[in-house]
C-alpha cells in the first residue's frame, strides 16, 4: 500500500490526528504547496482572513476559549512578520498557538531572497520553541516537540518555519506518524510534588489570618479547574477578586468581588489592601494589579503559587512561593481542609460593597455613559462570550459585565493590544458557532483590524459588534486629561469613518444608538442570529473610574 505524500498533506494529517481542526491563514508563494494540500482535503477547515495579525488574534482567541491550541498560517517574508504582534500578544498572556510560516526554498535561505525573512530570529524571544524543517521526514517528532511545548508548564506561542522544498518532499505518513505517537507514549505530563512543609507553611497562615482574600488570575483556567476552586471558596467562604483574565472566576459564590488592580472595582480593591492574607492563585502580580509594590497589601503576608517557578519572586517579594499546576494544588489543598472563621471579614465588605453599588445608581448623563450600556446587556447575558479590544470599553467592560463563569471575557492583558477584538471574536465564533459573541470595540481600535469585518459575512458568524465611538483614543486622552494638562495630542478621532457605510460595504445589518433613549434597543441586537454592527455614541467625557495611577497604591485612589 502507497502511503507516500507531500510534507504539505503529512502536516495537515498530523494537525488533524493532534486535535486541530481549524486553522486561520493567508496564502502566499512559499505557502503553494501547503495550500494547494488544504484544498485537496476537507478535514480541517481553513478560514481566510484579511491581514496575518488577524489570523495570529484568531487563532488565539481560539485556542484560549476552548483551552486547547490554536492554529495560524501566514507566508514568508512580510507574511510571517505581520504575525508578531499576534505572538507577542499570546507570549504575554500565556496562550498556546501554533504559528506556521512558508519560507524560500532550502538553497535560497541566508541570499536575502525575495520574501524571505528570518522569522526564527524574529520571533525567538516571543515564543517558547521554534523550529525550521528542513526535512519533511522530520516531521513527526518536530510537530509533536512544538505542540507538547505550547500546551505544557506556562502555555504560550511556538512557532514552525517551513521551506517550500520541503512542503514538496515526499514522504511515508505511517513513519511520520509513528514518529508522533511514539513522542505521545514517551512524554508524560510532570505532576508537580508539593512539599509537606509549604502545604503546613500555607495552613498556617490561612488559619491565622482574619481577612484573607483570593486572588484568581488566568492560571485557573488554563488549569482546567474553576469547578474545584469554587468548591474551595466555598467551603473557607473568602473573599475573591480577580485579574482581568481571571473575571468571572468564582462570580456564582457570594464572594466574588470582581477585578482588581489600576481600574478594578472599589470593592476589590478596598478587599485585597485590607487584606492581611492575599492567596495568588495563577495570577502573576503584574504592574497593572500591584502598582507601587512598596505599598500593596504592606501589612499583609502573600502566598504566590504559580506554575511558572520565573514568575515566582518577580514582580513582588512573597512570605511563601510554591511552584505547582494549581490543580495539582487544589487537590491537595482538598485532602487538608481547615475551619476558619472570616464572618465577620465578609459582613464588613458586603456593607461596603452595597454603598459602592448604590452610588453606581446616582450616575447621571445627558449623554449615554457606558454604565446605561452595559445595564441592558446584562439583562441579555445568558450564554455568550463577550470580546473586547483594548481602551476604555475593556476596563468598563471588566468593571460593569455580569459574567457567570471564567473564560466568558476575553480581551488582550498583557500586551494590550489595540485591534485584537476583532478578529479574537472571529476565533471566538468559529469555536463556539452556537453562541453569540458579542465584541465590545472602540472607534479606534476596530480601525486596526477592520478589514477582518469581511470575515463575519464571508462564514456567517454569530458576532455582534459593538462599536463604542466617543470619537477619542479615550484612555490615553483620559491619561493626558489627569497627568499632562489636557494637552490632547493626537487623541481627538473627530475625522472618523462614517461606520455605516463601512457596515454597507461589507454587507453587514447596521444600528446607531445616539440619544440616551434609545439605549434599551440594545436588546433587540440580541433576537436574532447573524453577524451585525451596533454603533453607540458614547459620552467623550465618560472616564475609567475609579483608576490607581501607575506605580501609586489604594491610598491615592481617583473615584
Aim: net charge neutral; glycine share 8%.
Amino acid at each position: 500500500m502507497n502511503n507516500m505524500v507531500s510534507g504539505a498533506t503529512a502536516l495537515l494529517k498530523l494537525l488533524k490526528y493532534a486535535g486541530i481542526d481549524n486553522v486561520f491563514g493567508y496564502p502566499g508563494g512559499s505557502l503553494i504547496p501547503l495550500y494547494d494540500a488544504i484544498y485537496q482535503q476537507d478535514e480541517i477547515k481553513h478560514y481566510l482572513v484579511r491581514h496575518e495579525q488577524g489570523a495570529a488574534h484568531a487563532a488565539e482567541a481560539y485556542g484560549k476559549v476552548t483551552n486547547t491550541i490554536g492554529c495560524c498560517i501566514a507566508t514568508s517574508g512580510p507574511g510571517a512578520s505581520n504575525l508578531v504582534t499576534g505572538i507577542t500578544n499570546a507570549f504575554m498572556d500565556s496562550n498556546p498557538l501554533l504559528c506556521i510560516t512558508g519560507q524560500v526554498n532550502l538553497d535560497a535561505i541566508g541570499k536575502m531572497s525575495f520574501q524571505e525573512v528570518d522569522i526564527i530570529s524574529i520571533v525567538r524571544p516571543i515564543t517558547k520553541k521554534v523550529a525550521q524543517l528542513k526535512n519533511a521526514n522530520d516531521l513527526g517528532d518536530v510537530i509533536f516537540d512544538l505542540i507538547n511545548e505550547a500546551t505544557s508548564g506556562r502555555k504560550g506561542p511556538v512557532l514552525l518555519d517551513v521551506p517550500k522544498d520541503v512542503f514538496m518532499q515526499q514522504v511515508d505518513f505511517n513513519k511520520v506518524l509513528s514518529d508522533y505517537k511514539n513522542k505521545e507514549l514517551e512524554t508524560k505530563k510532570e505532576s508537580t510534588k508539593i512539599s509537606k512543609k509549604d502545604i503546613d507553611l500555607f495552613l498556617k497562615y490561612l488559619k491565622e489570618a482574619k481577612k484573607p482574600v483570593l486572588l484568581l488570575g488566568a492560571g485557573i483556567i488554563k488549569s482546567d479547574c474553576e469547578k474545584e476552586i469554587i468548591k474551595i471558596v466555598n467551603f473557607f467562604k473568602i473573599p475573591v477578586v480577580t485579574t482581568l483574565h481571571g473575571l468571572g472566576l468564582c462570580s456564582s459564590t457570594p464572594y466574588y468581588y470582581g477585578m482588581a488592580g489600576m481600574h478594578g472595582s472599589l470593592i476589590a480593591n478596598k478587599a485585597l489592601y485590607n487584606s492581611d492574607l492575599v492567596i495568588s492563585l495563577g495570577s502573576r502580580f503584574d504592574d497593572r494589579l500591584v502598582g507601587n509594590n512598596k505599598k500593596f497589601v504592606k501589612y499583609g503576608r502573600k502566598i504566590h503559587i504559580d506554575i511558572d517557578e520565573k514568575e515566582l519572586g518577580k514582580n513582588l517579594k512573597t512570605n511563601l512561593m510554591i511552584k505547582a499546576d494549581l490543580k495539582d494544588f487544589i487537590y491537595e489543598l482538598n485532602n487538608h481542609l481547615l475551619e476558619i472563621d472570616v464572618q465577620s471579614w465578609i459582613l464588613q465588605l458586603d456593607l461596603f460593597k452595597k454603598e459602592i453599588e448604590s452610588n453606581y445608581n446616582k450616575i447621571k448623563s445627558e449623554l449615554i455613559h457606558p454604565y446605561y450600556v452595559f445595564k441592558e446587556i446584562n439583562k441579555n447575558n445568558k450564554s455568550k462570550i463577550y470580546v473586547s479590544d483594548v481602551g476604555q470599553h475593556q476596563m468598563w467592560c471588566a468593571q460593569y459585565l455580569k459574567l457567570d463563569s471564567g473564560n466568558q471575557f476575553v480581551s488582550s492583558g498583557g500586551a494590550g493590544t489595540m485591534g485584537y477584538g476583532l478578529p479574537a471574536a472571529i476565533g471566538t465564533s468559529v469555536a463556539y458557532p452556537n453562541k453569540q459573541v458579542i465584541a465590545i470595540l472602540g472607534d479606534g481600535g476596530i480601525q486596526m483590524t477592520i478589514q477582518e469585518l469581511i470575515m463575519l459575512k464571508q462564514y456567517n458568524l454569530n458576532v455582534k459588534v459593538i462599536i463604542f465611538n466617543n470619537q477619542r483614543l479615550g484612555m490615553v486622552k483620559q491619561w493626558q486629561e489627569l497627568f499632562f494638562e489636557k494637552r490632547y495630542s493626537s487623541t481627538i478621532l473627530d475625522i472618523n469613518p462614517d461606520f455605516s457605510h463601512i457596515a454597507k460595504a461589507y454587507n453587514l445589518d447596521y444600528i446607531k444608538i445616539e440619544n440616551k433613549s434609545e439605549v434599551k434597543n440594545i436588546s433587540n441586537i440580541f433576537e436574532s442570529d447573524g453577524p451585525l454592527i451596533c454603533e453607540i455614541m458614547i459620552d467623550p467625557d465618560a472616564k475609567v473610574l475609579p483608576m490607581i495611577p501607575a506605580n501609586q497604591s489604594f491610598e491615592e485612589i481617583i473615584v
